[in-house]
T-cell receptor
Framework: AQTVTQSQPEMSVQEAETVTLSCTYD???????LFWYKQPPSRQMILVIR??????QNATENRFSVNFQKAAKSFSLKISDSQLGDTAMYFC????????????FGTGTRLQVFP | DADVTQTPRNRITKTGKRIMLECSQT?????MYWYRQDPGLGLRLIYY???????NKGEISDGYSVSRQAQAKFSLSLESAIPNQTALYFC??????????????FGPGTRLTVL
């Protein structure tokens, strides 16, 4: 079975600090993409960052970066210089290529940024 | 203007009623998806469509049907709503290139309550 595990249901961080959200996944496939989506209280699902599994270099988008460890099937998200607007649910997901294109989601981590 | 819109944003209905949720996109993407989100869970795929004539069931299609009226429109119907279909419903779109689905972009969601 293909699964995504986010072992931290809730996390908190002070504004301007750095926080890392964990994600592990399980698949026997070799071609896939990994994603982090953010869901603020507005409930919109917003793409944060994407990583192609064939790329060794970790993806970075401004204050957001990932630590992708393919052998360990680990895909953590690091948020630097946390801002109040980063308060949201964060979902890790992956998609097997050349398949049903289904996004498989974890159960999410609720991040609270404090002033 | 938003690239992916969903109507209605909120809906309360009664058991046994037929409900239609609509999704429209201006991104020009071929691929469209319907997901369901329950509290404490990630999103799960209900149906997906790679083009107007290609519609496929996802992992939780029972009790739902869909219609792809045009490239830009994808509707989800609950033929006879039941209380356990109370959830947040998301539409998503993606651009398939060379048979590979790219990143999925989500609409704002429809909160459906079945009494």
């Amino acid at each position: 079975a293909q699964t995504v595990t986010q072992s931290q249901p809730e996390m908190s961080v002070q504004e301007a600090e750095t926080v890392t959200l964990s994600c592990t996944y399980d698949t026997s496939e070799s071609n896939y993409y990994l994603f982090w989506y953010k869901q603020p209280p507005s409930r919109q699902m917003i793409l944060v960052i994407r990583q192609e599994a064939y790329k060794q270099q970790n993806a970075t988008e401004n204050r957001f970066s990932v630590n992708f460890q393919k052998a360990a099937k680990s895909f953590s998200l690091k948020i630097s210089d946390s801002q109040l607007g980063d308060t949201a649910m964060y979902f890790c997901a992956f998609m097997i290529l050349f398949n049903t294109d289904k996004l498989i989601f974890g159960t999410g981590t609720r991040l609270q940024v404090f002033p | 203007d938003a690239d992916v819109t969903q109507t209605p944003r909120n809906r309360i209905t009664k058991t046994g009623k037929r409900i239609m949720l609509e999704c429209s996109q201006t991104k020009g993407h071929d691929r469209m998806y319907w997901y369901r989100q329950d509290p404490g869970l990630g999103l799960r795929l209900i149906y997906y469509s790679f083009d107007v004539k290609d519609i496929n069931k996802g992992e939780i299609s029972d009790g739902y049907s869909v219609s792809r009226q045009a490239q830009a429109k994808f509707s989800l119907s609950l033929e006879s709503a039941i209380p356990n279909q109370t959830a947040l419903y998301f539409c998503a779109t993606s651009e398939g290139q060379g048979g590979v689905t790219d990143t999925q972009y989500f609409g704002p969601g429809t909160r459906l309550t079945v009494l």
